[in-house]
């Protein structure tokens, strides 16, 4: 590696991280937890390189006003589909920033041991951190959107079950060419219908990127079928929604929100198509964390 210059090139972002640097110092969740709204938001399947990608664009303007630097993180998915990835994450096994570790987490069960555990660590004694969050004292709301939140069938309850309240639809759904509005239209009615005093923890998963996403680029057909490039039109498609989303949860007060992928897929990469295998396109994915503020006029902190 070459010794970094004394001084930025006149070229370089100003104050941001590096693209697919970690988002720096994790704030503490101790204080996050029982003061803030909390907003998990996976964006199932979609890849790091084409986030990436549209970020650095600009065609997804909604999302990367949030993203630290305007760049997403880069990191690697803890399972490579949805079941397990979700099972790891709802147990506290974010995806882990892709370079060499420990990595402090933001929430862990308590575990003696644990090398990941560090002081602004919020820790629960639950099995997973959505019961760790009720205990808490949150309302624990899943929005789903992928099959495995469908709730049709013992294993499509699963992961919904998690949660004291679970909402799923056919127009949730990853057929359904306004999947995410219809999730987003979800959500607002969570919001307003939650006591004022009540902390939230509203989980999405967004199912527009997963497969099929064809019909999200103008032009294509269903015989063409799904690309990178529908893939990154459905992207964009979230991202002209997404606003309404943040304005929901943090419509009350301040919110902690996390927004990352399960996992990537793969488009012909390496031979491989689709996910639920061990490949570079599958196992990168891209991760943000920040605050969103309420609302200047109904602040009452
Ligand atoms: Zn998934």
Same mark, same amino acid.
């Given at each position: 590696?070459?010794?970094?210059?004394?001084?930025?090139?006149?070229?370089?972002?100003?104050?941001?991280?590096?693209?697919?640097?970690?988002?720096?110092? %994790?704030? !503490?969740? %101790?204080?996050?937890?029982?003061?803030?709204?909390? +907003?998990?938001?996976?964006? !199932?399947?979609?890849?790091?390189?084409?986030?990436?990608?549209?970020?650095?664009?600009?065609? =997804?303007?909604?999302?990367?006003?949030?993203?630290?630097?305007?760049?997403?993180?880069?990191?690697?998915?803890?399972?490579?589909?949805?079941?397990? *990835?979700?099972?790891?994450?709802f147990?506290?096994?974010?995806?882990?920033?892709?370079?060499?570790?420990?990595?402090?987490?933001?929430?862990?069960?308590?575990?003696?041991? *644990?090398?990941?555990?560090?002081?602004?660590?919020?820790?629960?004694?639950?099995?997973d951190l959505v019961s760790?969050?009720?205990?808490?004292?949150?309302?624990t709301?899943c929005?789903?959107?992928?099959?495995?939140?469908?709730?049709?069938?013992?294993?499509?309850?699963v992961l919904p079950g998690l949660f004291? $309240?679970s909402?799923? @639809?056919?127009?949730?759904?990853?057929?359904?060419?306004? *999947?995410? $509005?219809?999730?987003?239209?979800?959500? @607002?009615?969570?919001?307003? /219908? +939650?006591?004022? $005093? &009540?902390?939230?923890?509203?989980f999405? %998963?967004?199912?527009?990127?997963?497969?099929?996403?064809?019909?999200?680029?103008?032009?294509?057909?269903?015989?063409?079928?799904?690309?990178?490039?529908?893939?990154?039109?459905?992207?964009?498609?979230? !991202?002209?929604? =997404?606003? &309404?989303?943040?304005?929901?949860?943090?419509?009350?007060?301040?919110?902690?929100? =996390?927004?990352?992928? /399960?996992?990537?897929?793969?488009?012909?990469?390496?031979?491989?198509?689709?996910?639920?295998?061990?490949?570079?396109?599958?196992?990168?994915?891209?991760?943000?964390?920040?605050?969103? $503020?309420?609302?200047?006029?109904?602040?009452?902190?």
């Amino acid at each position: 590696m070459p010794t970094p210059p004394s001084t930025p090139p006149p070229n370089r972002a100003p104050a941001g991280p590096e693209p697919g640097a970690p988002s720096g110092v %994790n704030p !503490d969740m %101790n204080e996050v937890v029982g003061s803030d709204d909390l +907003l998990f938001v996976t964006l !199932d399947t979609l890849r790091y390189d084409v986030a990436a990608e549209l970020a650095a664009a600009g065609r =997804i303007p909604h999302l990367a006003r949030h993203l630290p630097g305007g760049r997403w993180e880069e990191r690697h998915a803890p399972g490579n589909f949805t079941y397990a *990835s979700h099972q790891a994450m709802f147990a506290g096994f974010l995806p882990t920033p892709a370079a060499p570790g420990p990595h402090e987490r933001l929430f862990a069960a308590r575990f003696a041991g *644990s090398e990941s555990t560090a002081p602004a660590t919020y820790v629960f004694d639950t099995p997973d951190l959505v019961s760790g969050l009720a205990a808490a004292g949150y309302r624990t709301v899943c929005v789903g959107g992928v099959g495995f939140f469908n709730k049709q069938g013992a294993l499509g309850g699963v992961l919904p079950g998690l949660f004291q $309240e679970s909402h799923w @639809e056919p127009e949730f759904g990853v057929p359904s060419p306004r *999947s995410f $509005e219809a999730q987003v239209e979800c959500a @607002e009615r969570v919001v307003a /219908d +939650l006591p004022a $005093e &009540r902390r939230l923890f509203l989980f999405v %998963n967004v199912s527009a990127l997963h497969q099929p996403n064809w019909f999200h680029l103008p032009g294509a057909t269903r015989e063409a079928g799904d690309s990178r490039a529908t893939h990154a039109a459905a992207l964009e498609y979230v !991202d002209r929604h =997404i606003g &309404r989303l943040f304005a929901a949860a943090s419509r009350r007060r301040r919110c902690f929100a =996390i927004v990352c992928s /399960d996992h990537g897929t793969a488009y012909g990469d390496g031979g491989y198509t689709g996910h639920r295998l061990g490949h570079e396109a599958v196992w990168t994915v891209p991760y943000a964390h920040f605050f969103l $503020e309420p609302p200047i006029s109904e602040e009452a902190r």
